[in-house]
């Protein structure tokens, strides 16, 4: 909104609307998925930026979990190297690791911290290996095709994680000081072992580990979509079912509805999946009556 143009008495019933989720969400934490494909756009980025800091200045405790799919894609075809999804994971080799830690772990990470920073936030960057935050073990896929009597095939793709565990006493301190966490989704073995993982599902089991009041997954969608294209507002764990048996939900919104419902099964308030490429849209989200997107609903009580 542009105050110049704005009738004051507009902008005094903006902030009267953003007053009682203003109220709801003070002191709760609001766990936010920024997916590389939302932050392609420098404006946008600036919004999101802002969104942030707004977020911490009226008591809410943001913590960030980014992606970087597209910004991985893109460096690894600089060096002339091939890549591949299964099942919505990246097969990440031992070199194209080393990439994903360098664009994860440092240009990306760097870059939000940094632009939080000249928004008047107090960011923090971190990977899942700072304070031993992720644990991780290396994902094993099953095969889908393939004669039902036969064992499933294991598929190999390499340095790819899942979360065992999130230690979450580095959150505590951060958000005691009052900064803002941001978190690049690489986890690391006992062994020191390092690993490539989903950053939805970090951000999943980071709302839950931390007890959310909400999960935010910012997409390049305006939700989830049914198969006319039609925005679907809200959805629940059957329908969901549905929806991924009939092939309606796929690809990279498989493990953003997996992670969304385990989230709001496990104490988590909601969980919705947001379209990242709206100016503001984290805060249209949290705190005006419109709210955009996907709403994941947990089981009835
Ligand atoms: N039913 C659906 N509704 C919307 N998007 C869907 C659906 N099924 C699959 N998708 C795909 O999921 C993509 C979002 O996942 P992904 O590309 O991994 O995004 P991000 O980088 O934000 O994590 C969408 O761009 C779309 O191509
Ligand atoms: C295992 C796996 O696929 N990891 C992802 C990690 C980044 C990510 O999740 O980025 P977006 O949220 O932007 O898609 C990858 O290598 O692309």
Redesign the pocket.
């Given at each position: 909104m542009n105050t110049e143009t704005t009738p004051p008495s507009q902008v005094a019933h903006v902030l009267t609307e953003a007053l009682p989720y203003i109220r709801r969400f003070h002191g709760q934490t609001v766990v936010v998925?920024y997916?590389?494909?939302?932050m392609t756009d420098d404006d946008l980025k600036r919004s999101f930026a802002r969104d942030v800091v707004l977020m911490k200045l009226v008591g809410i405790n943001p913590v960030i979990v980014h992606?970087g799919?597209?910004q991985i894609g893109s460096v690894l075809s600089q060096i002339g190297k091939q890549t591949e999804f299964i099942q919505?994971m990246r097969v990440t080799d031992a070199e194209t690791m080393d990439v994903v830690e360098m664009v994860l772990g440092g240009l990306i990470n760097k870059d939000i911290v940094n632009l939080i920073n000249t928004h008047g936030g107090r960011a923090v960057g971190l990977s899942g290996k700072d304070g031993g935050l992720i644990k991780a073990r290396r994902l094993t896929l099953t095969g889908t095709g393939g004669p039902a009597e036969q064992a499933p095939e294991i598929i190999d793709i390499g340095h790819v994680g899942e979360v065992t565990g999130i230690d979450p006493a580095l959150m505590t301190l951060l958000d005691g000081a009052d900064f803002i966490p941001v978190v690049a989704p690489i986890g690391v073995d006992e062994d020191g072992t390092s690993y490539n993982i989903?950053?939805?599902l970090v951000a999943g089991h980071l709302a839950r580990t931390l007890r959310a009041e909400k999960l935010i997954?910012?997409?390049?969608?305006?939700?989830?979509?049914?198969?006319n294209g039609q925005l679907?507002t809200g959805l629940d764990a059957e329908r969901v079912r549905q929806?991924i048996s009939d092939g309606?939900?796929?690809?990279?919104?498989?493990?953003?509805v997996d992670c969304a419902l385990e989230a709001v099964n496990d104490g988590v308030g909601a969980a919705t999946?947001i379209d990242?490429r709206v100016q503001h849209a984290v805060l249209l989200e949290l705190l005006t009556d419109s709210g955009v997107g996907t709403l994941i609903h947990g089981q009835a009580p």
């Amino acid at each position: 909104m542009n105050t110049e143009t704005t009738p004051p008495s507009q902008v005094a019933h903006v902030l009267t609307e953003a007053l009682p989720y203003i109220r709801r969400f003070h002191g709760q934490t609001v766990v936010v998925k920024y997916g590389g494909n939302a932050m392609t756009d420098d404006d946008l980025k600036r919004s999101f930026a802002r969104d942030v800091v707004l977020m911490k200045l009226v008591g809410i405790n943001p913590v960030i979990v980014h992606g970087g799919g597209p910004q991985i894609g893109s460096v690894l075809s600089q060096i002339g190297k091939q890549t591949e999804f299964i099942q919505g994971m990246r097969v990440t080799d031992a070199e194209t690791m080393d990439v994903v830690e360098m664009v994860l772990g440092g240009l990306i990470n760097k870059d939000i911290v940094n632009l939080i920073n000249t928004h008047g936030g107090r960011a923090v960057g971190l990977s899942g290996k700072d304070g031993g935050l992720i644990k991780a073990r290396r994902l094993t896929l099953t095969g889908t095709g393939g004669p039902a009597e036969q064992a499933p095939e294991i598929i190999d793709i390499g340095h790819v994680g899942e979360v065992t565990g999130i230690d979450p006493a580095l959150m505590t301190l951060l958000d005691g000081a009052d900064f803002i966490p941001v978190v690049a989704p690489i986890g690391v073995d006992e062994d020191g072992t390092s690993y490539n993982i989903n950053a939805d599902l970090v951000a999943g089991h980071l709302a839950r580990t931390l007890r959310a009041e909400k999960l935010i997954l910012m997409t390049n969608t305006a939700g989830i979509l049914d198969g006319n294209g039609q925005l679907l507002t809200g959805l629940d764990a059957e329908r969901v079912r549905q929806l991924i048996s009939d092939g309606t939900i796929q690809g990279g919104m498989l493990p953003k509805v997996d992670c969304a419902l385990e989230a709001v099964n496990d104490g988590v308030g909601a969980a919705t999946i947001i379209d990242g490429r709206v100016q503001h849209a984290v805060l249209l989200e949290l705190l005006t009556d419109s709210g955009v997107g996907t709403l994941i609903h947990g089981q009835a009580p």
